[in-house]
């Protein structure tokens, strides 16, 4: 079910570019690419909450009692994080508007939508912490659901970049709320009053301080799979970014295809008994689909860029198969990130961080065509994939993990 839900909103996801790239210009596509990108960055403390509380449910302690028996903490450590994510957001738009070259509002619109999307998150993590599958499934294609409503109404209506945007950020409350009723299901969704009591509890802090720390390699993962398109739309010309954000379809499709593994395994990665055979298992699972994606994507590059992006993009129909590599690599790392956060180590991220910079400086210094660009942070991605595997082997735990 979890695995129907995920690839369901990531199709989905996908298909908003298709819609749009049937309406938009590739310069007004690139800047949607691009803003898409930097909400997936605004998303990472909420991503980092989900798996701290995923972690604390799924493995109670005398200190974690006070999340498994209810939502409340949980969800007033999301809240302030929304808060204090989007405050930060709406400060930093005008100068991330300035470096994207999109209108102001347009970067306004991925501030507010980050409050929303931190609250999903944490709801998230009490649902997989519990191991609610189904439910996290459905608020996982909503996501995507949400989203091509956003490109249809768009495309209807002959909308730009801002608008979509605003739709965007529309989808994402109403994601929250459906997530938020389906956590009512089970009668563990607190009243405003019962999280205002929860917002200076010490286990509310204990999230919130863990969840901060977990965004160093949340940031870095998350970051690093959006750092090419924010490249791309930095040093390439307008129209060539609008091709690599179609190019970036094939990548995403084979990070986030699979990302359901990294999930459903993560609650035993967190389980020292459990743990070697789930990081093998959630790895090996994980190389498969992406072998058979990169083959599907070199096979039939042709026909899967003229469905995705149309003819005008059928020159990037022999690079399909290097944005799907460049996906696998991002998959592989998310499980070695995930096997790391499972028992509250952070070296994977650490190495992600280092990824991170290399690519940075590699598509500074050769960044001519799309070609250039995603080998660059190709080559920088599987480094740190070969880095994080060998950390992962390493039987040291950090302080402050679970015991289960």
Same mark, same amino acid.
């Given at each position: 079910?979890?695995?129907?839900?995920?690839?369901?909103?990531?199709?989905?996801?996908?298909?908003?570019?298709?819609?749009?790239?049937?309406?938009?210009?590739?310069?007004?596509?690139?800047?949607?690419?691009? +803003?898409?990108?930097?909400?997936?960055?605004?998303?990472?403390?909420?991503?980092?909450?989900?798996?701290?509380?995923?972690?604390?449910?799924?493995?109670?302690?005398?200190?974690?009692?006070?999340?498994?028996?209810?939502?409340?903490?949980?969800?007033?450590?999301?809240?302030?994080?929304?808060?204090?994510?989007?405050?930060?957001?709406?400060?930093?738009?005008?100068?991330?508007?300035?470096?994207?070259?999109?209108?102001?509002?347009?970067?306004?619109?991925?501030?507010?939508?980050?409050?929303?999307?931190?609250?999903?998150?944490?709801?998230?993590?009490?649902?997989?912490?519990?191991?609610?599958?189904?439910?996290?499934?459905?608020?996982?294609?909503?996501?995507?659901?949400?989203?091509?409503?956003?490109?249809?109404?768009?495309?209807?209506?002959?909308?730009?970049?801002?608008?979509?945007?605003?739709?965007?950020?529309?989808?994402?409350?109403?994601?929250?709320?459906?997530?938020?009723?389906?956590?009512?299901?089970?009668?563990?969704?607190?009243?405003?009053?019962?999280?205002?009591?929860?917002?200076?509890?010490?286990?509310?802090?204990?999230?919130?301080?863990?969840?901060?720390?977990?965004?160093?390699?949340?940031?870095?993962?998350?970051?690093?799979?959006?750092?090419?398109?924010?490249?791309?739309?930095?040093?390439?010309?307008?129209?060539?970014?609008?091709?690599?954000?179609?190019?970036?379809?094939?990548?995403?499709?084979?990070?986030?295809?699979?990302?359901?593994?990294?999930?459903?395994?993560?609650?035993?990665?967190?389980?020292?008994?459990?743990?070697?055979?789930?990081?093998?298992?959630?790895?090996?699972?994980?190389?498969?689909?992406?072998?058979?994606?990169?083959?599907?994507?070199?096979?039939?590059?042709?026909?899967?860029?003229?469905?995705?992006?149309?003819?005008?993009?059928?020159?990037?129909?022999?690079?399909?198969?290097?944005?799907?590599?460049?996906?696998?690599?991002?998959?592989?790392?998310?499980?070695?990130?995930?096997?790391?956060?499972?028992?509250?180590?952070?070296?994977?991220?650490?190495?992600?961080? +280092?990824?991170?910079?290399?690519?940075?400086?590699?598509?500074?210094?050769?960044?001519?065509?799309?070609?250039?660009?995603?080998?660059?942070?190709?080559?920088?991605?599987?480094?740190?994939?070969?880095?994080?595997?060998?950390?992962?082997?390493?039987?040291?735990?950090?302080?402050?993990?679970?015991?289960?």
């Amino acid at each position: 079910m979890l695995f129907v839900g995920t690839l369901a909103g990531n199709l989905l996801g996908y298909l908003f570019f298709v819609v749009l790239s049937r309406t938009l210009s590739p310069q007004d596509l690139g800047a949607v690419g691009s +803003l898409a990108s930097l909400a997936t960055i605004a998303a990472v403390p909420g991503l980092g909450i989900q798996l701290v509380a995923a972690r604390w449910v799924a493995t109670p302690t005398s200190d974690s009692a006070e999340v498994a028996d209810g939502a409340d903490v949980a969800l007033a450590a999301g809240l302030r994080l929304a808060l204090l994510l989007s405050a930060v957001a709406l400060v930093l738009a005008p100068g991330a508007a300035y470096l994207l070259r999109v209108d102001v509002s347009a970067a306004l619109a991925v501030a507010v939508a980050a409050a929303p999307i931190t609250m999903t998150f944490a709801v998230q993590g009490l649902l997989q912490g519990r191991e609610r599958f189904a439910a996290l499934a459905i608020v996982a294609a909503l996501v995507g659901v949400t989203r091509v409503v956003a490109a249809v109404i768009a495309a209807v209506a002959g909308l730009g970049p801002v608008a979509v945007m605003w739709l965007f950020a529309a989808g994402c409350a109403v994601t929250f709320v459906v997530a938020a009723a389906l956590l009512r299901r089970d009668g563990r969704l607190p009243g405003p009053s019962a999280i205002r009591h929860a917002w200076g509890s010490s286990a509310a802090r204990t999230i919130f301080r863990e969840s901060a720390t977990a965004v160093l390699p949340m940031s870095g993962l998350l970051v690093l799979s959006s750092v090419d398109m924010l490249l791309a739309r930095h040093f390439l010309p307008a129209d060539l970014s609008g091709g690599y954000a179609v190019g970036v379809l094939f990548e995403k499709v084979a990070l986030w295809g699979p990302a359901f593994l990294a999930t459903l395994y993560y609650p035993r990665m967190a389980r020292p008994s459990d743990r070697p055979r789930a990081v093998r298992d959630a790895l090996l699972l994980t190389a498969a689909v992406g072998v058979i994606g990169i083959v599907a994507a070199f096979l039939l590059g042709g026909p899967l860029v003229a469905v995705v992006g149309g003819a005008g993009y059928a020159a990037l129909a022999p690079l399909a198969w290097l944005f799907t590599a460049l996906g696998v690599a991002l998959a592989l790392v998310q499980v070695l990130v995930y096997a790391d956060l499972a028992v509250g180590r952070h070296r994977a991220g650490a190495a992600v961080w +280092l990824a991170l910079g290399a690519s940075a400086v590699v598509v500074a210094g050769r960044h001519d065509t799309i070609t250039a660009v995603v080998t660059g942070v190709l080559g920088s991605i599987l480094a740190v994939a070969i880095v994080s595997a060998a950390l992962s082997r390493s039987p040291r735990r950090a302080r402050g993990a679970p015991r289960g």
